[in-house]
C-alpha cells in the first residue's frame, strides 16, 4: 500500500508540472487517470474512468475570479480509490468532485503563504537581479506547488483508502444504482458549464447543426467532429496558399500584387 501512495502521489505530482512548465494539459483526468490505472495495476479501468471524469471537470476552468475545483487532487485520488476498491466508474464519479472541493479548500493554506515569498521576486526586479525572480518562480511553481500537491496526494490516499472502502462497503445497493444513472447525466453539465463559456450567437448555428447530425442521422460523435473540422478549415481559408499582402489585409488597394 506504501508503494501504491507513493506512485499515486506522483502521478499527482506530475500533473502539477503543467502549470509549472507551461500549458500541455497533462494535468486533466484524461491523462492523469490511466496513468492511476497503470500504476495500480489496471490500465483499462483507468482509462475509462478518466475519460468520464474528463467530461464532467470539462468545464473546471479558472476564468476571471472563478477558482475551479482541484482537477488534480480530484481525479487522480478518485481513479485511485475507485480501482483500489474494486467499485468502479460510479464510486469514481461520486468521489471525484467532493474531493476536488475539499483538496481545493486544503491548498487555499499553501496560497496564503505566497505573498510571504513574493517579495523576494520583487526586490529582484528592482536590483536587476533575475536570479530573486528565477528562485522565487522554482520554490514556488516548481517546486512548492509540486511537493504539496504530491503529499496531500499521498496521505489521503494512504490513510484514506480502509476508510473509503469500509464506506462504500456500507452503502446500500440502489445508492450505486443512481449514481450509475447520474454518470450518464454529468458529462452534459460539465458541457454546459464550458459551452456557457464559449457559445455565441455565431457558433449557435453550428452548435444545432451537431445536435442534428447526431440526433437525426444517428452520426457517431466522430463523425460529427470529422464535419466540425471541415468546416473549420474552410472558414478559416487554412487550405489558401496565397499569401496575404498587408496593404490588403488593411483594406487598401494593393494592386498587381493582390493576384499573388
Known amino acids: 500500500m506504501l508503494m501504491q501512495a507513493l506512485l499515486v502521489g506522483l502521478v499527482a505530482a506530475f500533473g502539477t508540472l503543467d502549470t509549472a512548465l507551461g500549458t500541455s494539459y497533462i494535468q486533466r483526468p484524461i491523462v492523469l487517470g490511466p496513468l492511476v490505472g497503470l500504476v495500480l495495476g489496471d490500465l483499462e479501468t483507468g482509462l475509462i474512468i ?14 476571471g475570479a472563478y477558482i475551479p475545483p482541484d482537477v488534480i487532487t480530484g481525479g487522480v485520488l478518485a481513479t485511485a480509490f475507485a480501482i483500489s476498491t474494486g467499485s468502479g466508474l460510479e464510486a469514481a464519479y461520486a468521489l471525484a468532485m467532493p474531493i476536488g472541493l475539499a483538496a481545493l479548500g486544503i491548498k487555499n493554506v499553501f496560497y496564503a503563504i505566497l505573498p510571504l515569498i513574493l517579495p523576494m521576486a520583487d526586490r529582484g526586479a528592482e536590483e536587476g537581479n533575475d536570479g530573486k525572480i528565477k528562485l522565487t518562480y522554482v520554490l514556488l511553481g516548481l517546486f512548492g506547488k509540486t511537493i504539496w500537491t504530491f ?30 444513472i447520474a454518470a450518464g447525466i454529468l458529462p452534459a453539465m460539465g458541457f454546459a458549464m464550458l459551452m456557457r463559456m464559449i457559445v455565441n450567437k455565431k457558433l449557435i448555428p453550428f452548435f444545432v447543426a451537431g445536435f442534428a447530425l447526431a440526433a437525426y442521422l444517428n452520426l457517431s460523435v466522430l463523425a460529427v467532429a470529422i464535419f466540425a473540422v471541415v468546416i473549420a478549415i474552410e472558414k478559416l481559408d487554412f487550405l489558401d496558399e496565397r499569401p496575404m499582402v498587408a496593404g490588403a489585409a488593411a483594406g487598401v488597394d494593393g494592386g498587381d500584387d493582390d493576384d499573388f
Open 50 to 63: 478518466g475519460a468520464n471524469l474528463e467530461l464532467l471537470f470539462m468545464g473546471a476552468i479558472s476564468v
Open 151 to 180: 503529499t496531500l496526494t499521498f496521505f489521503a490516499f494512504y490513510l484514506g483508502s480502509d476508510a473509503v472502502t469500509a464506506a462504500l462497503n456500507s452503502v446500500p445497493s440502489f445508492v450505486f444504482d443512481g449514481l450509475g
